[in-house]
């Protein structure tokens, strides 16, 4: 109950963020009660681009990259429950290339319920231009438009877990709020 609590208490927080060009986005995403989607069955659509639209955290070390990540639009299946994706990052400024990789994304159900409620992800040839850390998502909210995603904290060294306010960053969820572009 405290984690549902806290994580509302983040998402409420992460989604008054959103201003502009972005609030356009995210109001296609008509947050019902409850998104019911199963995540498996958003990603795996033809056609079909997925932008990140916002991030409650900074995407690489350096706080002036300025990144806007997507996917590409034809995910390939593997397994009963993988799909390949091309992930590419550019400059908000233009279409840029700046990275990107095919990477193996694996739907897990790991809350005991029918739906995929997380994602590991792995890559089997790095291309070597792709600087980010491999996706990893708790699925929290799912429609047909939009999700948002916890992604699960990392192992880090406890110098590093410590924010410039000297709190420790590790007890706040990262989030990831992405849109679908049919």
Known sequence: MQLNVLF??????????????ERQSLDKCEFESNGNIDPYDLFKKKFTRFWMLKASYNLSKNVNDTRCLHTGMNPVNYGENGLTMLFKYTNFSNDEALGM?????TFLKTSGSNKYDSMRSTVDEPLEVYNLSLPAWNFRYVNQNCTVVEVPPLVEQPQEAKSRSGEDSRLYSKCELWTVED
């Open 8 to 21: 509302a208490l983040n998402f409420v927080a992460f989604a008054a963020g959103i201003h502009g060009q």
């Open 101 to 105: 990789e095919y990477i193996n994304m």
